[in-house]
């Protein structure tokens, strides 16, 4: 079955960084989109960035441009996410989710998500 396990989250100080990876099993992982989603304290999911299959294309929602990048490693299944200067508003719960039909904002699995909590 489709098993995503995001780590990597945790408490940093406004300007910190974090990288959150995302463990793909179940499934043809190098065949699939991913994406980023989070999810505020209240507030509804957002996507965060997605990557296309080969990785050749990457995008970002506009608050996180310049700041957030995201890669995979097709080879160990895995997607990641480096996090720079990390703002308050970015705390939340980060998902990675899967990608079935190249529509970023679409997601069909999606995994437990990593706490990140960004606070002086």
């Known amino acids: 079955q489709v098993q995503l396990v995001e780590s990597g989250g945790g408490l940093v100080q406004p300007g910190g960084s974090l990288r959150l990876s995302c463990a793909a099993s179940?499934?043809?992982?190098?065949?699939?989109?991913m994406s980023w989603a989070r999810q505020a304290p209240g507030k509804g999911l957002e996507w965060v960035s997605g990557?296309?299959?080969?990785?050749?294309?990457?995008y970002y929602e506009e608050s996180v441009k310049g700041r957030f990048t995201i890669s995979r490693d097709n080879a160990r299944n895995t997607l990641f996410l480096q996090m720079n200067s990390l703002k308050p508003e970015d705390t939340g719960l980060y998902y990675c989710?899967?990608?079935?039909?190249?529509?970023?904002?679409?997601?069909?699995?999606w995994g437990q998500g990593t706490q990140v909590t960004v606070s002086s």
């Open positions: 179940g499934f043809t992982f190098s065949a699939y989109a």
């Open positions: 989710a899967r990608v079935p039909l190249h529509r970023l904002h679409e997601y069909d699995y």
């Open positions: 990557i296309y299959s080969d990785g050749s294309g990457t």
